[in-house]
């Protein structure tokens, strides 16, 4: 197998704590050497001075949509939009259809992955048949044949307490965690976004920051109950943050992870009516987006995770009443909290790398990625130019929906090379199809 040489970087890397100028010497797929002035070789040398060379980043919350929404985006289209953004893992989501709540399916799309190979697909496994909240699915059989460690309804919540608490206690069996989308539907019916100042000057139906703390609060006591891993998914509201930093303290086995659209937009967008806005949990005030700064600046929330959600234009181009709720975030993750956080000193440059590396993959295994830019770690990597600057158009992203919030956003760095067990997957900003 080819050499590779990534030469004049300056190596970030969250595992190590290493910040400075190294070149990258890889071999087989695996960093066989870190040093500076290494000597090429036989290996093919690969200019990065000026450039940063990081761990590759984790999602823990894509939606893939394949099988049955392809129409959206698919296995194929949702990894070229994950190499474009300097991603090498991504957790695809269970909501398919039929949905991921059994070994065949969950295994289908982690084997496409690996076919499409542009990045390894760690798939999460529905809790619930049908995502119906009733049943519980087999986590050991979707584990043992499809490595499934991760399980989750996301989309709707488990909202019947007995269901979640046996989807709890029949995780531990396993070392599993469990992932609940957090809404008590009871307060939502209707709701069409925030509840709020905003809401009531707009007149549309609110959802209630409480919908979420309610169901987070439930779900912490249940898991402390049965000394369970619980991960929270897409955590909205200043509130949420004080019940995941009070249960943190307490010694709960609790992660959370934000997505970059409610660390950076408030519902103050809303009044313009335009869909690529409507996602759910919804966009939340000001207060909320400076809590959850906070949270993960300070590690009370574990991990970036984007939650990905592509629509076709000819569903989520409609009234905002009839959209369906999501948003790309594949392709803008990075520059958009880079942007919108490390630039103006919100969150320093390590603490940003790390919740997309090492935070994610303390919260489930995925396998060999964020293990670090150091000898012997498999060579999973995300090259990126800090000085690229860029603007948002959702059209020329390589996901085939077109739903991102930041479209016309100008952003600062952009990934230029993504590297999957020592291949290019993004080579000179072009996804290595
Ligand atoms: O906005 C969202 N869209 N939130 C979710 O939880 C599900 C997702 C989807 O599947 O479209």
Request: charged share 25%; net charge negative; with cysteine.
């Amino acid at each position: 197998m080819s050499e590779l040489l990534l030469k004049g970087g300056r190596v970030l890397d969250p595992a190590s704590g290493k910040d400075g100028r190294a070149d990258v010497r890889i071999a087989d797929g695996r960093i066989v050497e870190v040093a500076d002035g290494l000597d090429g070789g036989s290996a093919e040398v690969v200019d990065c001075s000026g450039l940063w060379v990081m761990p590759g980043f984790v999602d823990l919350h894509t939606h893939l949509r394949e099988p049955g929404f392809e129409d959206a985006e698919d296995v194929a289209t949702g990894t070229a939009a994950a190499a474009a953004g300097g991603y090498t893992a991504v957790c695809s989501m269970a909501n398919t259809d039929p949905v991921t709540d059994i070994a065949a399916i969950a295994d289908m799309v982690r084997r496409r992955g690996r076919e499409v190979g542009l990045a390894d697909v760690f798939p999460v496994g529905a809790i619930t048949k049908g995502l119906a909240g009733e049943n519980l699915t087999e986590f050991a059989d979707m584990q043992r044949v499809a490595g499934v460690d991760m399980f989750s309804d996301d989309g709707k919540p488990v909202a019947d307490a007995l269901v979640m608490r046996r989807a709890l206690q029949y995780a531990t069996a396993f070392d599993v965690v469990i992932c609940n989308h957090s809404e008590d539907p009871s307060l939502t019916e209707g709701a069409q976004m925030n509840e709020g100042a905003m809401s009531s000057v707009l007149g549309l139906p609110g959802w209630p920051h409480e919908a979420e703390e309610v169901m987070i609060a439930r779900d912490l006591i249940l898991a402390a109950g049965a000394n369970a891993r619980l991960h929270v998914p897409h955590v909205s509201t200043a509130g949420s943050v004080e019940l995941i930093r009070a249960a943190k303290a307490r010694g709960i086995r609790v992660t959370a992870e934000v997505t970059p659209h409610h660390l950076t937009l408030d519902d103050g967008l809303v009044s313009a009516y335009d869909p690529n806005h409507k996602v759910n949990p919804p966009l939340r005030a000001v207060a909320d987006v400076e809590a959850l700064r906070a949270a993960l600046a300070d590690g009370t929330i574990d991990a970036v995770a984007t939650d990905h959600a592509p629509h076709p234009p000819e569903t989520k181009d409609q009234e905002w009443h009839h959209a369906p709720c999501g948003m790309l975030g594949l392709e803008t993750a990075f520059a958009v909290l880079y942007s919108e956080l490390v630039e103006p000193g919100h969150v320093d440059l390590l603490t940003l790398i790390a919740r997309f590396t090492t935070g994610p993959a303390g919260v489930r295994n995925v396998g060999e990625h964020a293990g670090g830019v150091v000898e012997g770690a498999a060579a999973n990597l995300a090259v990126v130019d800090p000085e690229a600057r860029w603007t948002v158009e959702g059209r020329a992203l390589h996901s085939r929906a077109r739903n991102t919030p930041f479209e016309g956003r100008k952003l600062a760095t952009r990934p230029v090379h993504t590297v999957l067990r020592g291949r290019f997957t993004l080579r000179d900003g072009s996804v290595q199809a």
